[in-house]
């Protein structure tokens, strides 16, 4: 299994410029979530997903859209670029809960800078 | 809403010293995980901890969970190089599937 796969390691983008952030598990997990990671502000939510055509929105949704077409993969789309979006995301995925809660796994990162 | 914070932000000890790092939340938590985060890398998974007032150990690792559910703490004995890294509490409400964060304390160890 690869696990969570995310592209591109690295984006550097100019402000107003729109991309996605590609994100992909084959372990067949229910739950996806995207994170930013900032100095001293941990490791916060952006979106996530609790199974296929359903997201919802963590701490920090706004200026992130985010879609969830198949159980594998959950793009995460920045609409207009602005340099308070610089930050490393992490896509994580894991089982969803029941009676126990499951370990999350997580991808390698994508470092994005704008400009 | 739902708030986890970890003290403390930042440690730097000598190799074979203890280190501790603490993680509060403003809420009962269902359970608590703990990350490790190497420089460079992603969080990795460690534990889990359900019960209220459960200790579990991984070799010099000890992770403790409140009886009131609402703090955890991980406590290293002897440190070692290898320990580098952020380390991070993430709780679980009793309903929903969402884990929030601490702030995480990351850990530097001097040879």
């Known amino acids: 299994n690869a696990g969570v796969t995310q592209t591109p390691k690295f984006q550097v983008l100019k402000t107003g410029q729109s991309m996605t952030l590609q994100c992909a598990q084959d372990m067949n997990h229910e739950y996806m979530s995207w994170y930013r990671q900032d100095p001293g502000m941990g490791l916060r939510l952006i979106h996530y997903s609790v199974g296929a055509g359903i997201t919802d929105q963590g701490e920090v949704p706004n200026g992130y859209n985010v879609s969830r077409s198949t159980t594998e993969d959950f793009p995460l789309r920045l609409l207009s670029a602005a340099p308070s979006q610089t930050s490393v995301y992490f896509c994580?995925?894991?089982?969803?809960?029941?009676?126990?809660?499951?370990?999350?796994?997580f991808g390698p990162g994508t470092r994005l800078t704008v400009t | 809403g739902q708030q986890v914070m970890q003290i403390p932000q930042y440690q730097h000890v000598q190799e074979g010293e203890d280190f501790t790092t603490y993680c509060n939340s403003s809420?009962?938590?269902?359970?608590i995980q703990w990350y490790k985060q190497r420089p460079g890398g992603h969080p990795v998974f460690l534990i889990q901890l359900v019960k209220s007032g459960e200790v579990k150990k991984q070799k010099r690792l000890t992770f403790q969970f409140g009886e009131a559910k609402k703090n955890s703490s991980l406590h290293i004995t002897a440190t070692q190089t290898t320990d580098v890294g952020t380390y991070f509490c993430a709780g679980r409400k009793s309903s929903g599937d969402k884990l929030t964060f601490g702030t995480g304390t990351r850990l530097a160890v001097r040879p």
């Open positions: 994580a995925s894991k089982r969803r809960q029941g009676a126990a809660s499951y370990e999350q796994y």
């Open positions: 809420t009962t938590l269902s359970n």
